[in-house]
Structure formats: structure tokens, C-alpha cells
Antibody, heavy 113, light 113 residues
Framework: QVQLQESGPALVEPSETLSLTCTVSGGSISNYYWNWIRQPPGKGLEWIGYIYFTGTTNYNPSLKSRVTISVDTSQNQFSLKLTSVTAADTAMYYC???????WGQGTMVTVSS | DIVMTQSPDTLAVSLGERATINCKSSQSILYSSNNKNNLAWYQQKPGQPPKLLIYWASTRESGVPDRFSGSGSGTDFTLTISSLQAEDVAVYYCQQYYITPYTFGQGTKLEIK
């Protein structure tokens, strides 16, 4: 079955760039849309954006100026970059296949010096 | 953005009793071309990613117990647990995927009375 695994630094300094990768195993990244979603500690869920395997993207306007999502079909991975991070970006970051119950376990990212 | 508002914020129900969670969208999320409501319900337990329970407002995800059901159309939706089990204690979220940015309700915490 398809599984997703997020990876990346757990700690990012303020004003730096948060970079995460989601690796898709057990299936192909092709022909699907892939989401990034985050959840600050003790709070609700926020959709960050999605990417289609062709590279088409759609971002939440609240983050659009700072977000880039990219895909590497050869590695069966997609990635998230969030620039100029602040403490408000501290959250659990999830990757998920769109319109499905397939989610990664999430990776906690803390923004702190 | 479409605002999703859940009620109540917290719900305490006795074991074996019915639990009802409401979700209201700020505009219709009924997709006219297929007459489907673009609404999903998720269950999230501590330390776990959200688990998809219901999509298209009323279609149960594979493997989800049939005590979970979804109903509603247009702007008003309901998640019903027909007979509460101890393992149903969790936070429940509704999400619209009708238009980006996809948005979630604030969550309803379900407890045992």
C-alpha cells in the first residue's frame, strides 16, 4: 500500500528557510495531486498547497509569497520550501495524497534560535 | 476563503449513545456537475495524523466502522456516530475541497460523559 514519509530538519532558525521532503513508497507519484498541510501545537489544520505530478501547483494565499512546492518524479518525492520563517511557522507538517486517506505521520518543525 | 464552522467545540457523550457534530460552510460546496458535496470528515487522535472517515459528505472510507455516517448538502453537514465507543474519543474536523484554499473547521473534541 502507498505510504508517505516526511523528512527534514526539526529545528529551523527564524528568518531561514524550512525545507521538507515527502517520499512516496508503495506506489507512483504520477497521476495524483499531493498536499502539504500543517498543524501548530494544540491547534487546527491549515492547508499549505498542492502539486500535481506534472508540476502544477496551487498555494494558500496566506502563505503564497513564501511557499514553493516542487516534485521529483524520478525519486518519487515532492518537497516544501517555506522562506522567512517565524515562530508562527512552528507546526507539525504533514504530506498527504489529495482526496484520499493517505497521509504521512508528520514531522514536527520548530522555529527557534 | 470558505469558512468552515463546527459545533459544538466540545461534546461529551455516554458510551453507546449517539454523537452528532455539525459543520457549516460559508458558501455552498455542492459541485453542480456531479451533484456531490466536496466535504470530508477526519478523526484525529493524539500524536496521530488525521484519519479520513467520510468523503463526498456521506461516503464512508474503506475500513471505517458503519457507526460513522455523514449527511447534509449545500452548506450544512453532520457527522453522526450512532453508538459511541471508547476508541472514538478524538478531535473531529470537517474540510471543504470545493475550492482552494481548502479549509478545515476548527475541530470538535469528543469526550466520554
Amino acid at each position: 500500500q502507498v505510504q508517505l514519509q516526511e523528512s527534514g530538519p526539526a529545528l529551523v532558525e527564524p528568518s531561514e528557510t524550512l525545507s521538507l521532503t515527502c517520499t512516496v513508497s508503495g506506489g507512483s507519484i504520477s497521476n495524483y495531486y499531493w498536499n502539504w498541510i500543517r498543524q501548530p501545537p494544540g491547534k487546527g489544520l491549515e492547508w499549505i498547497g498542492y502539486i500535481y505530478f506534472t508540476g502544477t501547483t496551487n498555494y494558500n494565499p496566506s502563505l503564497k509569497s513564501r511557499v514553493t512546492i516542487s516534485v521529483d518524479t524520478s525519486q518519487n518525492q515532492f518537497s516544501l520550501k517555506l522562506t522567512s520563517v517565524t515562530a508562527a511557522d512552528t507546526a507539525m507538517y504533514y504530506c498527504a495524497r489529495a482526496n484520499s486517506g493517505i497521509w504521512g505521520q508528520g514531522t514536527m518543525v520548530t522555529v527557534s534560535s | 476563503d470558505i469558512v468552515m464552522t463546527q459545533s459544538p467545540d466540545t461534546l461529551a457523550v455516554s458510551l453507546g449513545e449517539r454523537a452528532t457534530i455539525n459543520c457549516k460552510s460559508s458558501q455552498s460546496i455542492l459541485y453542480s456537475s456531479n451533484n456531490k458535496n466536496n466535504l470530508a470528515w477526519y478523526q484525529q487522535k493524539p500524536g496521530q495524523p488525521p484519519k479520513l472517515l467520510i468523503y463526498w459528505a456521506s461516503t464512508r472510507e474503506s475500513g471505517v466502522p458503519d457507526r460513522f455516517s455523514g449527511s447534509g448538502s449545500g452548506t450544512d453537514f453532520t457527522l453522526t456516530i450512532s453508538s459511541l465507543q471508547a476508541e472514538d474519543v478524538a478531535v473531529y474536523y470537517c474540510q471543504q475541497y470545493y475550492i482552494t484554499p481548502y479549509t478545515f473547521g476548527q475541530g470538535t473534541k469528543l469526550e466520554i460523559k
